[in-house]
Nanobody
């Protein structure tokens, strides 16, 4: 069983940056596709990005494209999300997720999830 823990969230002013981390305990994430989602109050969970085990294949949702960058360090069993140019509408709980046997833009297709980290962007 893979356990994922997000960190790096907090309060930031509009236009600022944050770097989120997702640390995995248990089996190595080397062979896993990693993804980042977010969920704001009253909204459905939203895909932001996924990155393949090798880092060679990535996907970015329109909301993340050009501002957010996914990366991973398999040796440290950690995935990252660099967020720049943050806007108030980015305020949400951010989650990392993992799957060992496929990749998807749909949250219901991911097997392993972290507990989430709050990101709040002030006006």
């Amino acid at each position: 069983q893979v356990q994922l823990v997000e960190s790096g969230g907090g309060l930031v002013q509009a236009g600022g940056s944050l770097r989120l981390s997702c640390s995995a305990a248990g089996p190595t994430i080397r062979s896993y596709t990693m993804a980042w989602f977010r969920q704001a109050p009253g909204k459905e969970r939203e895909i932001l990005t996924y990155i393949s085990w090798s880092g060679g294949s990535t996907y970015y949702a329109d909301s993340a494209k050009g501002r957010f960058t996914a990366s991973r360090d398999n040796g440290r069993n950690t995935a990252y999300l660099q967020m720049n140019g943050l806007k108030p509408e980015d305020t949400a709980v951010y989650y990392c997720a993992a799957t060992s046997n496929f990749y998807s833009v749909y949250h219901q297709d991911y097997e392993y999830w972290g507990q989430g980290t709050q990101v709040t962007v002030s006006q």
